[in-house]
């Protein structure tokens, strides 16, 4: 069995390796192709990758490829964590945010929209490569904004299998069972607890906990709100936690408290892009060690904790057969009655060698379905824009997303975003595009 990751350059291979190299008893692959656009750093990472794996025994061969369609090719399984413009795209889209009043986040408000416009033809030309030279394998996006990536592959490429996936959740689940074990004097495996969360992806809200089917939600919220009121400074307000009765994904602190996360990027630099570039180059001068046989311990501060995890545990899921709930983006087509059945949701899932089913849930209450409704909106109108390049379509992508500028802002917002990423933009920028607006 082949994995392809296209992306393969990225920091975080290493620690998907070492997933995959826990996994050799029972996840049954043979080649794992490394493809990046990057061919030094693809030597760099693919050096480590190569000593890791040879440190293991050479469970399976690793291949190293600049040609996507290369890699792509006969793979069963197609990961794509990777970033179109690199860290310094990244960087110019927090600065982006700033330069306008506005969040500068790299999957969030305006700053996430410029990296879909970038990054959605891309996938889309992969989902391609792979309908013709992969038929039947699943694409697994990493790649942020991966719920909005997610929803214009359902939409754009809806005959080639994907799912979206983030490390938000396992993380969320992880952190729930180390806070219970002491009280239930015992260690739980993760595969007897399940985390019940509902939304989009960094736009979701965790509302229920079971353990081996048990309830265990109201120990988790009163212990989640005493721990709050014992803190200086909690990162939420206690009265919207009590009166919702969920924990909300990290990312909706931009929302619910905007002016807080303005305040922070006035302290800037160093802003996030800056911290992880400085962050990466002492990674990768790590990786080049000609004796290292492992990741070292300073990846953890990349951040995507259990990404490796998240991956490796979906993938062996659906290869063996497993049946286990993973929390996936997907269309829900239905799952959750009253919603639009296209729309792509950050849901638990059932997860299997049939593929991948999003499982019955219950609505959210409106104070959360009134944001998400309108975030789904801004989402449609960007991939719409990033497959056309209509200008108009990225307009309304902005006047409907609740972080965006005020309506009288937005062509001059639109226009620096546009100018900014202009070498990564080319369907803005024929005729018929740049005349939209």
């Known amino acids: 069995m082949k994995i392809a990751v296209i992306g393969g350059g990225s920091s975080y291979t290493p620690e998907l390796v070492q997933g995959f190299l826990e996994r050799v008893p029972d996840f049954p692959m043979s080649e794992l192709w490394l493809m990046d656009i990057e061919s030094a750093r693809l030597d760099i990472v693919g050096g480590l990758t190569r000593r890791m794996v040879e440190a293991s025994g050479e469970p399976f061969g690793v291949y190293l490829t600049t040609d996507r369609r290369e890699a792509v090719r006969n793979a069963s399984y197609v990961i794509t964590q990777l970033r179109v413009g690199g860290m310094q795209a990244r960087r110019e889209d927090e600065y982006l945010g700033r330069r306008h009043g506005l969040i500068g986040q790299e999957t ?3 700053g996430g929209m ?52 983030c490390n938000v959740p396992i993380t969320t689940k992880m952190e729930i069972l180390e806070d219970l074990e002491p009280a239930l ?87 996030r892009a800056e911290q992880v570039m400085e962050i990466e180059r002492g990674l990768l001068a790590q990786y080049a060690e000609p004796d ?44 959750v009655a009253g919603w639009p059945e296209d729309w792509v949701l950050e849901m638990p899932c059932r997860v299997d060698a049939r593929g991948i089913q ?34 108009n379509a990225a307009y309304q992508a902005l006047l409907a997303h609740p972080l965006g500028p005020t309506a009288d802002k937005i062509a001059e917002v639109l226009e620096d975003l546009l100018q900014t990423h ?15 607006a």
């Open 108 to 110: 969030t408000g305006v």
């Open 114 to 165: 410029a990296k879909a416009l970038r990054t959605i033809p891309v996938i889309l030309g992969i989902a391609g490569e792979m309908r013709e030279a992969a038929p039947g394998a699943l694409l697994v996006n990493f790649t942020n904004p991966a719920g909005l990536i997610t929803e214009a592959l359902a939409r754009y490429a809806p005959d080639v299998a994907s799912v979206g996936v």
């Open 185 to 271: 004097g015992a260690r739980i495996e993760p595969e007897r607890a399940n985390l019940d969360t509902l939304g989009l992806n960094h736009l979701s809200w965790h509302r229920g906990f079971r353990v081996e089917g048990r309830d265990v939600w109201p120990r988790i919220m009163e212990e989640f709100l005493a721990r709050m009121q014992g803190e200086p400074e909690p990162e939420w307000d206690m009265h919207t936690i009590a009166s919702l009765g969920m924990m909300p994904n990290y990312y909706l602190q931009y929302f619910y408290y905007t002016d807080r996360k303005l305040a922070a990027q006035e302290l800037w630099p160093p802003s």
């Open 292 to 335: 290292r046989t492992e990741a070292p311990e300073e990846l953890m501060e990349r951040g995507g904790a259990y990404y490796s995890t998240a991956a490796t545990q979906l993938l062996n899921a659906h290869c063996n057969d497993l049946g286990e709930t993973h929390v996936l983006n997907v269309p829900h087509r239905g799952a």
């Open 358 to 391: 999003p499982l019955p849930a219950e609505p959210l209450p409106d104070a959360c379905f009134g944001l998400l409704a309108q975030v789904k909106a801004y989402e449609k109108l960007t991939a719409e824009a990033a497959v056309s390049g209509d200008r």
């Open 422 to 436: 202009k070498r990564h933009l080319p369907q803005f920028w024929t005729e018929s595009g740049a005349t939209d």
